[in-house]
């Protein structure tokens, strides 16, 4: 189960109970149940698999991005964690230009 930011899920999903598309930067998707009660919204049923089939790890970020579509689709951007290399890849979106940057951030030991 994975609950979705409340200022998100109150502006984009208010009301919604049933499924909806999850869909990865290659354009595969996924359905998966959605549910919004008392200002939240949950992903049920459908999220497991589409963590295993991401290989989503502790630690990686998903950027949820409501596309305009008849049905209610959310764009998925993964960002790996990359504790190995000493930094955590971090996305940075609503810049001013409209592009999504990424930076590196070192981690602290």
Not at 7 to 31: H, M, R, T, Y
Not at 68 to 88: C, H, P, S, Y
């Amino acid at each position: 189960m994975q609950y979705l930011p409340s200022c998100f899920a109150e502006k984009n999903l208010s009301g919604v109970s049933g499924f909806i598309k999850l869909q990865s930067a290659d354009g595969k998707q996924w359905p998966v149940r959605c549910l919004y009660r008392g200002g939240r919204a949950k992903l049920s049923q459908g999220w497991y698999e589409f963590t295993v089939e991401n290989n989503l790890l502790e630690g990686d970020v998903c950027v949820f991005e409501l596309l305009k579509t008849k049905e209610i689709v959310l764009k998925v951007n993964v960002f790996r964690v990359q504790e190995d290399a000493g930094f955590v890849t971090q996305p940075f979106v609503n810049q001013p230009s409209g592009q999504n940057i990424i930076q590196a951030i070192p981690l602290r030991n």
